[in-house]
């Protein structure tokens, strides 16, 4: 139990374009679900909180004008980066977590800006 | 402040050499412990969560352990496929349900 699915696990685009990522809870309901970024050898960084039906918060620093997120239901979060720049290229990992606090989470997408 | 400490950052052990992985928190009202395993590429797996001090968890050659201050993971005879990074984490006292994490011990078992 407690899947977490992302799609896609691999993006390649260019600057400019906008690239969404999609996060599924598949055999349970989210209440909760969080956005990380993840650079190479170094901890999740924690970027946005989204409830299903409410504005996603963000954490101190990340634009959320450029990293759009939306919780449209209770298994399903989408992060979308608007107009991509390299320096955006990173591996990002969604979770999600029900009436506890334990978070279960994806298996991460690596976003490549070209 | 709410804070979680992991060490050592890195361990190298032998196959069959049991050790330990230490996660120290100062979190106000704890809600939870959790452990989790991180492969290279891949997202958090998650191994336990510990709830109050004296419990104990346990899965394969893993055991989790759980004090007022302190969690410790336990591997008993690790196999190389037990390599990888371990994740200490622990929701704050502000009940928004976002973790706390420790920076990581990367396990590094080998044969």
């Known amino acids: 139990g407690a899947v977490v699915s992302q799609h896609p696990s691999r993006v390649i685009c260019k600057s400019g374009t906008s690239v969404k990522i999609e996060c599924r809870s598949l055999?349970?309901?989210?209440?909760?679900m969080f956005w990380y970024r993840q650079f190479p050898k170094q901890s999740l960084m924690l970027m946005a909180t989204?409830?299903?039906?409410?504005?996603?918060?963000?954490e101190q620093g990340v634009e959320k004008d450029k990293f759009l997120i939306n919780h449209a239901s209770l298994t399903l979060s989408t992060l979308t980066v608007t107009s991509a720049h390299p320096e955006d290229s990173s591996f990002y990992i969604c979770?999600?977590?029900?009436?506890?606090?334990?978070?279960?989470f994806g298996p991460g997408t690596r976003l490549t800006v070209l | 402040e709410d804070q979680v400490t992991q060490s050592p950052e890195a361990l190298r052990l032998q196959e069959g050499e049991s050790s330990s992985l230490n996660c120290s928190y100062t979190?106000?009202?704890?809600?939870?412990l959790f452990w989790y395993r991180q492969d290279p590429g891949k997202g958090p797996e998650f191994l336990f969560t510990?709830?109050?001090a004296g419990e104990e968890k346990e899965k394969e050659r893993l055991k989790a352990t759980l004090t007022k201050k302190e969690s410790f993971l336990h591997i008993t005879a690790p196999k190389p496929e037990d390599s990888a990074t371990y994740l200490c984490?622990?929701?704050?006292?502000?009940?928004?349900?976002?973790?706390?994490f420790g920076q990581g011990t990367t396990l590094q078992v080998k044969p």
């Open positions: 510990l709830y109050s």
């Open positions: 984490a622990s929701p704050g006292s502000s009940n928004t349900g976002k973790l706390i």
């Open positions: 979770s999600a977590s029900s009436i506890t606090d334990t978070q279960y």
């Open positions: 989204s409830n299903e039906g409410s504005k996603a918060t963000y």
């Open positions: 979190v106000s009202g704890l809600r939870g």
């Open positions: 055999d349970f309901q989210a209440t909760t």
